[in-house]
């Protein structure tokens, strides 16, 4: 309960009887013009005002919102609830785990380490499409997931024992993303806080970046690090300054033959261009209304690929109807809607709130589209795919064309079935992620435009591996009812599980005489999904370049087989009668869509599938699962070790220390993603992290990912900055893990992991020197862990990405950026460098400097006549808040001292 009540805002509001105590925003001069997102955050700051954390003043200047002004008010938004995937939240576990164990070794109880704030996690990101093209792969996959990830399991199993307020929802159930917006959101929170039953915004932090898909159901959430997300569950509030919002009007409708996914591609672009990292991005306007919520939905999930923090939608009669739809209780229904009016929450079209920016997009001028090779924000005119497929593959191949197109055609041997291989052809036809699994639209086109196809006697290509993994068993159902399935299964188009598979990295091997026919000719192999990242090296190491496309055109891809083709004058066969078949004969009539999709699903669906969700399957119910108050580490365990964060921790600070004399593990370029600095996909053998297994004892078979091996701190070290793709410039030419070893004379080649164990040998600290935007992408924390466990003190960049930047402090890492208007470049840093970090000693006495001073002199290993360079970095400790947790030597180390201290 609220400590303090400034303006008088408790009030009671009464809805069915029961009586909920509420905090009036509208007590609070300037709440009317306030965007939905902020008037949110203003309810959360009037109900935990407690005269320290949250103050009447940031209350007060919350209401007098300045939108033109550049944020600079910090304040403490407590989300309701945390929300996590297991490859994110297994990490978030063995912290809290250890967390235990530490907090017992400095005085405290350990049973003190509870979730605060209820946490959920959902098991998505571990099934791999191993076997795909057949009726038993889907029962296969989730096989091998068990036998890979039993270890992970049971210990998740004995954390939903041993913590408070933490539910799992088990394997194979459907992707955390559409689990939350059919299920877990409540829109209207309800809580007995203090003996007092509170009502309030549902809000929340996820330990996935598309935790932001909510915000189409008017829940306002983003993505942060588990590192944030552990803070959080322990009762810490999220430290932010308040927002720029982007206003964004949407006007006229989706014209026939465009899809959700082309829509949310090109607000994509737009929004990219426009510039809105750290910032929330809301739709208002009268087109609101009819945009309905599977695609309001869609449009929030790709938040992270604009670069806002948000992407909200409001209250209205269309949240209301999903959720009924979706079966939650009419009790529920009718809370939210008494809540959302009586606290100025419910979306009127007539009133235009302000906002920092303003864009417009007609829905009627959406064209379809695609975006690739290798970043969302690049979207294609589908009719210009051909023409741009053909000007970036020489980028990715110096082969001599043929009839204007690089060419490199080698006849496989596929089992007995022989077809020629050349770049572009599609590898990988995947109908896969969050963004477009929930969206009955898409997914019902997809579903039809394969029975279309299949009326027309069309064949996928014999070297398209094709899988289906929806987001939820809810997805199957209407499948099946609408007598869709069979045409999906007869282009093989199978259901392969239901998880996050290709989009992040879990496409699973393409067939081997495929795999060994591309790396002995180094083809430049394409694959098409409808997800949200596209990132280098990310969903499968066979594969250069890679598409997003809606689920009707990952079908028609799969149809034509290469990405060097033309819809519109190139056909994908011949009917039984010979004629040219193209793709405007088999699209999907918008209007029968929508007939397929009413006669196909209905509520029972939802809570018949909901119904015992947190249950699992009998693999789930019959794992052997630990007790206790605190876990018993397997010294033998390669999934689940206790890490080394807290060993020698003290209760007293240890000061902060400038930093002399460090190397540089590695000079990276622009958009450096969260996929290049953190383990994720596949381990390869002669890898540290593969050498390390196979000095373990497991087969390479058994090496899974590095996603399911978060839990292991080992392995992880070992695969970060580990990319297969990743550009070190330290070297000429090397994609890879590699660095240069100045420890060793003449500074060889070597694995960054190795490199960093000989650094930490000689006590050296080290530094990683980067362009724009480094960090982008998943909220992935060992992205921060791994570089502050390989020694690394301080990342100096042009600018960060707002997650990454945060989790580098969370992890005792300081981010600095080069004096505005230079680079590694203009400076004349090569790398070579000894790096000295002078003024964090500031922090010290209270004061977070604005800048430090940065003295690259030459080495050895230097060019001869190099000089050295001296330059202020800007320190981006942005508020109090980081910096509290920087000078404890991370977040978890600050909540440990809190904990006991109390």
Avoid at 287 to 300: D, K, M, S, Y
Avoid at 367 to 378: E, Y
Wanted: negative net charge.
């Amino acid at each position: 309960m609220s400590a303090v009540n400034s303006f008088g805002a408790k009030d009671v509001l009464n809805v069915d009887g029961t009586d909920y105590e509420i905090f009036r925003i509208d007590k609070v001069d300037g709440y009317e013009k306030l965007p939905f997102s902020l008037k949110v955050l203003l309810e959360n700051l009037l109900r935990t005002e407690d005269g320290a954390n949250v103050t009447a003043e940031q209350i007060s200047k919350l209401g007098a919102w300045n939108p033109n002004a550049e944020p600079d008010t910090e304040i403490q938004f407590t989300p309701a609830r945390v929300v996590m995937q297991d490859f994110t939240g297994v990490p978030c576990i063995v912290d809290l785990a250890t967390m235990r164990e530490a907090v017992k070794d400095l005085g405290g109880d350990p049973e003190s380490i509870n979730p605060l704030a209820p946490a959920e996690l959902v098991i998505d990101h571990s099934v791999i499409a191993e076997l795909f093209g057949n009726d038993d792969a889907f029962e296969r996959n989730v096989e091998i997931e068990y036998q890979r990830n039993g270890e992970r399991y049971q210990f998740l199993r004995w954390g939903q024992g041993a913590f408070d307020d933490f539910k799992v929802v088990p394997p194979g159930t459907g992707i955390v993303h559409q689990v939350n917006i059919e299920y877990l959101a409540r829109v209207t929170f309800v809580r007995e806080v203090g003996g007092v039953l509170q009502a309030y915004p549902d809000t929340l932090v996820g330990t996935d970046s598309h935790t932001t898909m909510v915000n189409g159901l008017g829940v306002l959430g983003w993505g942060v690090g588990g590192i944030e997300a552990e803070a959080a569950m322990l009762g810490q509030p999220v430290s932010m300054l308040i927002p720029k919002v982007v206003g964004f009007k949407l006007s006229g409708s989706i014209p026939a033959g465009v899809t959700a996914t082309d829509v949310v591609l090109t607000i994509t672009d737009m929004l990219r261009q426009q510039g809105v990292v750290g910032k929330f991005v809301e739709f208002y306007g009268e087109g609101v209304g009819q945009v309905p919520l599977a695609n309001r939905a869609t449009i929030g999930n790709m938040s992270p690929e604009f670069g806002s923090t948000a992407a909200m939608f409001p209250i209205d009669d269309e949240t209301l109807n999903f959720l009924r739809f979706t079966g939650r209780p009419e009790s529920q229904v009718r809370l939210v809607e008494a809540y959302a009016k009586e606290q100025k929450l419910w979306h009127d079209p007539s009133v235009e709130p302000s906002f920092s920016e303003y864009l417009e997009l007609d829905l009627s001028t959406v064209v379809p589209s695609i975006a690739g090779p290798s970043r969302p924000q690049d979207r294609i005119e589908l009719t210009e795919s051909k023409d741009s497929f053909r000007e970036t593959l020489t980028k990715f191949t110096a082969d001599a064309p043929v009839d204007g197109i690089p060419s490199n055609k080698v006849s496989v041997d596929n089992n007995g079935e022989v077809f020629d291989l050349d770049h572009g052809y599609v590898g990988i036809a995947a109908i896969t992620s969050c963004t477009n699994t929930s969206n009955p639209s898409v997914m019902m086109a997809a579903g039809i435009l394969a029975r279309n196809a299949v009326e027309k006697g069309l064949k996928t290509k014999p070297w398209v591996k094709t899988t289906l993994a929806p987001g939820s068993k809810v997805v199957t159902e209407y499948y099946n009812k609408s007598g869709l399935t069979e045409s999906l299964d007869e282009l093989g188009f199978y259901l392969v599980g239901y998880g996050c598979t290709t989009c992040i990295g879990n496409s699973g091997p393409l067939d081997t005489p495929v795999s060994e026919a591309i790396n002995e000719h180094d083809l430049a192999i394409t694959s098409v999904l409808s997800g949200n990242r596209n990132f280098e090296g990310r969903i499968n190491p066979d594969v250069k370049m890679n598409y997003l496309a809606s689920p009707p055109l990952v079908v028609a891809y799969a149809l034509a087989g290469t990405m060097d083709f033309d819809f519109e004058t190139q056909p994908l066969g011949q009917d039984s009668d010979g004629n040219d078949v193209y793709l405007k004969d088999i699209w999907p009539d918008a209007a029968e869509v929508q007939r397929v999709i009413d006669e196909s699903i209905d509520t029972e669906m939802y809570t018949s599938e909901y119904g015992s969700v947190f249950d699992g399957d009998e693999r789930w119910r019959s794992l052997p699962t630990p007790t206790g108050a605190t876990f018993e580490w397997d010294d033998e365990s390669t999934y689940v070790r206790k890490p080394t964060y807290f060993d020698g921790m003290k209760l007293e600070l240890t000061p902060v220390t400038d930093i002399a004399g460090a190397r540089v593990l590695a000079k990276l370029g622009d958009s450096t993603t969260t996929d290049h600095i953190s383990p994720a996909g596949s381990i390869k053998a002669d890898s540290p992290a593969g050498q390390y297994l196979a000095e373990k004892g497991v087969e390479r078979k058994d090496f899974n990912s590095y996603g399911s091996r978060r839990g292991n701190h080992e392995v992880m070290i070992r695969g970060t900055f580990a990319n297969i793709r990743l550009k070190n410039l330290l070297l000429d030419g090397v994609e890879g893990g590699y660095t240069r070893d100045f420890t060793q004379e003449g500074g060889p080649q070597s694995f960054i992991y190795d490199a960093a164990q000989n650094y930490a040998a000689q006590d050296t600290p080290l530094v990683v020197i980067a362009g724009k935007e480094y960090g982008t992408g998943s909220s992935r924390d060992w992205a921060a862990k791994g570089t502050s466990l390989l020694g690394v003190k301080a990342v100096i960049t042009e600018s960060f990405e707002r997650i990454h930047r945060s989790n580098l402090i969370g992890m005792g890492v300081v981010p600095l950026q080069f004096p505005a208007g230079e680079t590694v470049d203009s400076l004349g840093l090569d790398g070579t460098e000894e790096f000295s970090i002078t003024g964090l000693t500031e922090l010290n006495n209270g004061v977070t400097p604005k800048t430090v001073r940065v003295v690259a002199k030459p080495t050895a290993d230097s060019p001869e006549g190099k000089e050295t360079v001296e330059f202020d970095a800007i320190v981006r400790i942005d508020t109090p808040g980081e910096a509290d947790y920087y000078r404890n030597g991370g977040i978890l180390q600050y909540v440990l001292r809190s904990l006991v201290t109390k």
